[in-house]
């Protein structure tokens, strides 16, 4: 039976892994037993999927990053080049915690871009069409949006779900790009608007 998706004869693929169509798998990367990848993905070289793993439809996830237990991509997230996700929020080598019970989940929702070399501490989810910027620390929840960076990461402004920045007047917001309109709530929530 032909496999429907790719993956490059260097990647390790344990069986047990369902992999959807049309998924790229590149060099030298490990998807571990039970780990779950939607359709039209693309895993860049390097990558590491732990077991429990749930990755969504359309997602990028660019070369050297470990996704770990606890960690869920939704549809179209994007992780950009050696970026970091955590999943022990305290390990010690001589006290290991590497039982299920351990990992803090941490959610990336839909549309959402993690820049590289950001890192993700465990226990937080990232909104909706959210953008961490390269080499931020994200320490807390990150709303939908919201353009985060810096260490800690804090907002720095709002985002369309095309990736452009968007500029607020009296709190409303049309992308100049695919034309949606977005309205502010309070400072701290944006909102598409129909």
């Not at 999943?87 to 010690?92: A, H, K, L, Q, Y």
């Amino acid at each position: 039976m032909k496999k429907k998706y790719y993956a490059h004869p260097s990647a390790f693929i344990d069986a047990g892994v369902n992999i959807g169509v049309e998924t790229q798998i590149w060099h030298c990367s490990h998807i571990f037993k039970g780990a779950h990848i939607g359709k039209k993905c693309k895993i860049g070289q390097n990558v590491v999927i732990h077991g429990s793993v749930v990755v969504g439809d359309n997602v990028k996830i660019q070369n050297n990053v470990s996704v770990y237990d606890g960690v869920i991509l939704e549809n179209d997230v994007f992780c950009g080049p050696s970026m970091v996700f955590t999943n022990i929020i305290n390990p010690r080598s001589a006290y290991p915690r590497n039982t299920s019970d351990s990992y803090m989940k941490t959610l990336v929702k839909e549309g959402a871009s993690i820049g590289a070399n950001a890192t993700i501490i465990c226990g937080n989810t990232i909104g909706k069409y959210a953008f961490v910027g390269a080499g931020s620390v994200v320490t807390k929840d990150v709303p939908d949006y919201a353009l985060v960076f810096g260490s800690p990461a804090g907002i720095k402004g709002w985002m369309c779900r095309c990736g452009e920045k968007l500029h607020f007047k009296k709190n409303i917001a049309h992308c100049k790009i695919c034309e949606k309109s977005f309205v502010l709530k309070n400072r701290i929530k944006c909102e598409e608007t129909k």
